[in-house]
């Protein structure tokens, strides 16, 4: 293990809404995770119901200056409305005010899809899983934000 991830710890907030997916997505980030030498005990799980919920939730975490990046995973897949834009867009940039007011990494994969197949394919039980991408974004930005 990269010495400098000893003490690191790391959460993942995780929306239910589409929970099939979005569980796939949290096994992928936390195996990642752990590929790269972290323990479990350094990983701390979160459940929110959707993705609206995800900012004010890592605002909580993050006030507790606990955690040294939180991960927002979720997925958003487009229906009949214009809601799936709305969604998308304030969960968005409900992450990013939190991330920049509180000065800690956010690795943003709520995914915004167009289809279920769409969303699938960025969050199935394959190797495109974009949890695996997180786990790699948050350690980069946790080295990078300590050099």
Do not use: W
Not at 6 to 19: C, G, H, S
Not at 99 to 115: D, G, N, Q, R, V
Request: proline fraction near 3%; glycine fraction near 6%.
């Amino acid at each position: 293990m990269n010495e400098d991830f000893l003490k690191t710890k790391i959460a993942i907030v995780q929306a239910l809404y589409n929970e099939e997916l979005t569980e796939n997505l949290t096994l992928k980030c936390v195996a990642g995770l752990i590929s790269y030498g972290l323990k479990k005990k350094q990983i701390a799980i979160f459940k929110v119901p959707g993705a609206l919920e995800v900012p004010l939730f890592c605002q909580h975490l993050a006030k507790k200056k606990k955690y040294d990046a939180l991960i927002a995973l979720g997925v958003v897949i487009k229906g009949e409305t214009h809601h799936f834009e709305v969604v998308t867009s304030e969960s968005a940039r409900g992450c990013m005010n939190v991330s920049l007011a509180y000065h800690i990494p956010i690795i943003y994969e709520i995914i915004p899809a167009y289809t279920l197949k769409t969303a699938q394919a960025r969050a199935g039980q394959n190797n495109h899983n974009k949890g695996i991408e997180a786990a790699r974004a948050a350690l980069f930005m946790i080295s990078a934000l300590r050099s």
